[in-house]
């Protein structure tokens, strides 16, 4: 699995960070950033779910 985000669109929601810490982060304003593009496989359920709750659909998963 391979994650990516677009920070542009991000609107600040946090479902990301509170479902997945160890693969998304925010900045000093909130947006979202990526710790890891590759989750292991056992972060790869969790980071489904939070890109199917992402607001604005800005999490990518690419298998």
């Known amino acids: ?3 990516s985000v677009d920070p542009d669109r991000c ?3 946090g479902q ?3 479902l997945a810490p160890e693969v998304f982060d925010q900045d000093e304003d909130g947006i ?3 710790l890891q593009s590759e989750p ?3 972060l790869h359920a969790v980071v489904r779910q939070t ?3 992402c607001p ?3 999490i ?3 298998e």
């Open 60 to 62: 990518r998963i690419t």
């Open 11 to 13: 609107v600040s929601a």
């Open 32 to 34: 979202v950033t990526l």
């Open 51 to 53: 890109a199917s709750l």
């Open 1 to 3: 699995m391979r994650v």
């Open 16 to 18: 990301c960070v509170m």
């Open 56 to 58: 604005v659909r800005l």
């Open 40 to 42: 292991p496989a056992e």
